[in-house]
């Protein structure tokens, strides 16, 4: 039994046997067959390291030198050596100025830029690799001078590129819909990116630098070339800074990639330029149009008429159309152009006319010019007329001045004879004589401040006014002035206040003159606020100028009469209380003061909310010449002067 048991297993061994020995014949012709294609390979490679154009030399395991192909050795006999004979290292050390790099790379996997003595540029790769069932190291030089050259030209003409785009006085930008490669240094200055270094700057940061309004027209510009429906798009947008930019999109292809390019042109000054210029365009035709002389711009080729204006146009209804080309036909003939000649017009009605013609050579045009002579006449009438009116106004001038003197005299009399009486009114049983005086002087004082302003302003306009120069602490003076304004407005119930910021400061000017102006200004401040309002006088001194602010809390000045205060004989409201009564000489008054001094005044006011006057003075007193001739006056004013120009304000006295 055991014996069977035996016997099968040999058979089955035998089976084992036979079957490996068919899987081991099987892989030895495997082997027979892929050593032949090794061979074969090897063969090939053989071949073509043999036929390429590129030196190579083989060293074995120990980095001995056993082999080189036609190429190397044709590098060799270039240098003159002979093949048996050299050392590999020695010639690699006598070929390469940077050999070190090379040998040491020999022994592994590597690629180097190296350059021979003799200018020549080569890439050294050094491989291991098994030939033949071997370890061999092959190395090939890779003569990559030419290549070299063209990279080298191609760099310094991009970087020359770069240097003239960064000069351009235009903006240029590389990108794509979000990146920007790059951007030259006039656009981050219209974009004002220059806190973004050039190599992080991203078409974002463009955008957030554009006004708002003008961001969707930037992104469609790029949008519109990006997807093709456009080759070149462009815009105009501005920055936030307010520049106007023309913004040129294109597509370029730069290392073979499709990107695009942005040209921003700066054209903020030929807009302005050009507003400006359709600004004079209008600006001229409304002068052609608004002129007496009537205008007729004809076109040379065509002898149409152009351009005519309103004067022209109601000279042509006057005259007619063929007799004014008739004129023009005769005038051209004499080749007189540019000089007034007459002309006379028989249209049922004689007239004269001025025709003068410019020849235009340059826009190819006749600029004619006429003139009716009957509206000569006319002015001339016009200008007789208003001398008479001058003269009867200056007659009337100087009647009111002589007047206003021959009045002075009883109101003089009337005056000192109240100022008796009240000096004597215990001799009197009366207890209603205080009252009775102080009406009487209030009155005398308020026909003796409108005869004043009468006097004066006939003065400036007959150019009698005399001017009286010293020198005065002008801070002082309208301080003073201040303080006795107070008995006024105590009385009223209004808040009066000074203020400066120097506390002395020397002006030559016409005390009585200046005080006049404060005081009416004063006077009209205290007329027009109600109980309870205040008023400032302050004093600005700034560089060598001087400037008095009289400001209140009173009834105001409409907008529309602001321009009106200044003429003489106005009144803002002439429904105004007995409170505020005046003649309206007294602002007209003291804009022509104000201008016999040399100095400027102006006006804000708001209704309900109050006036404020400004006199601005100049620091004259440095002029030497100037200082030098006036002599120095006292700083404190009249109290009888206050009362006077404080005549118009009322109070209620019980009797």
């Keep these: 039994m055991e014996l069977k048991i035996d016997k099968q297993k040999l058979n089955l061994y035998k089976k084992h046997i036979s079957s490996s020995a068919n899987e081991i014949d099987l892989e030895c012709r495997l082997q027979s067959q892929y050593k032949d294609e090794i061979l074969e390979l090897n063969t090939k490679i053989s071949q073509s390291i043999e036929k390429s154009d590129n030196p190579i030399f083989i060293l074995d395991n120990t980095k001995n030198y056993i082999y080189s192909n036609e190429s190397f050795k044709k590098l060799i006999k270039l240098d003159k050596l002979n093949e048996y004979e050299f050392d590999i290292y020695l010639y690699l050390n006598l070929k390469f100025t940077n050999s070190d790099e090379v040998i040491k790379g020999i022994n592994k996997n590597s690629s180097k830029i190296v350059k021979s003595y003799d200018g020549r540029i080569y890439k050294f790769i050094s491989k291991r690799d098994i030939i033949e069932g071997k370890n ?93 429906k456009k080759d070149k798009s462009t815009t105009k947008i501005e920055t936030k800074e307010g520049k106007t930019v023309e913004f040129i999109t294109t597509n370029i292809v730069l290392n073979n990639k499709k990107m695009l390019l942005s040209i921003a042109i700066d054209i ?75 002309f006379t017009v028989n249209n049922g009605q004689i007239r004269d006319i001025n025709i003068a ?131 006024y407005t105590n009385e009223k119930g209004l808040e009066i206040k000074f203020k400066s910021n120097v506390e002395k400061k020397i002006f030559a000017i016409d005390k009585e003159k200046i005080e006049k102006i404060i005081l009416n200004l004063l006077s009209n401040s205290i007329k027009f606020t109600e109980k309870g309002g205040k008023i400032t006088i302050s004093v600005i001194s700034e560089d060598e ?50 201008d016999a001094q040399d100095a400027r005044i102006s006006v804000k006011s708001e209704v309900d909310k109050g006036s404020e006057f400004i006199i601005i003075l100049k620091d004259n007193i440095h002029q030497k ?21 404080f005549s118009d304000i009322y109070f209620n006295y019980s009797y």
């Design 357 to 487: 013609i410019i020849n235009s050579s340059e826009e190819n045009t006749f600029v004619v010019v006429v003139r009716l002579l009957d509206d000569k006449q006319k002015a001339e009438k016009m200008k007789e007329t208003l001398a008479q009116i001058s003269d009867k106004y200056r007659f009337k001038t100087e009647f009111l001045s002589d007047l206003s003197n021959d009045i002075k005299k009883p109101i003089n009399t009337i005056f000192e004879t109240n100022k008796i009486l009240y000096l004597n009114k215990y001799r009197y049983d009366s207890q209603y004589i205080d009252n009775y005086t102080r009406l009487v002087r209030q009155n005398c004082y308020r026909l003796m401040r409108l005869l004043n302003n009468i006097q004066e302003i006939g003065n400036l306009e007959n150019g009698m006014y005399k001017i009286d120069l010293k020198k005065y602490d002008i801070i002082k003076l309208v301080k003073d002035l201040v303080e006795k304004s107070k008995k």
């Design 545 to 594: 100028e001087l400037k008095i602010y009289v400001k209140d809390t009173g009834v105001g000045i409409p907008e529309d009469k602001i321009d009106l205060i200044f003429e003489s004989f106005e009144q803002v409201d002439r429904t105004l209380s007995r409170g505020a009564e005046g003649s309206g000489i007294g602002l007209s008054l003291v804009k022509k003061l104000v």
């Design 625 to 645: 010449q100037l200082a030098s001739e006036v002599s120095s006056g006292y700083d404190f004013s009249d109290n009888e002067k206050i009362d006077i120009e």
């Design 136 to 228: 061999r190291i092959i190395c090939i030089l890779n003569d990559i001078t030419e290549s070299m050259m063209i990279q080298n030209e191609l760099a310094e003409s991009e970087e020359r590129c770069k240097k003239l785009m960064d000069i351009l006085n235009d903006g240029v930008m590389i990108h794509d819909t979000n990146t920007i490669t790059y951007i030259n240094n006039k656009a981050i200055e219209l974009f004002e990116l220059e806190g973004n270094s050039h190599s992080e700057v991203l078409i974002d940061n463009v955008e957030a630098n554009i006004n708002k309004k003008f961001r969707k027209k930037f992104i469609d510009n790029i949008n519109l070339v990006q997807f093709g």
């Design 268 to 342: 903020s000054i030929l807009e302005n330029a050009l507003t400006e210029i359709e600004q004079s365009e209008k600006t001229y035709k409304l002068l052609l149009q608004t002129l007496p002389e009537g205008i007729i711009i004809i076109d040379k080729q065509t002898n149409n008429y152009i351009y005519r204006n309103k004067a022209m146009i109601k000279i042509l209804k006057d005259i007619g159309v063929d007799n004014l080309n008739n004129i023009i036909k005769k005038y051209l003939n004499k080749h007189e152009n540019g000089s007034f000649k007459k």
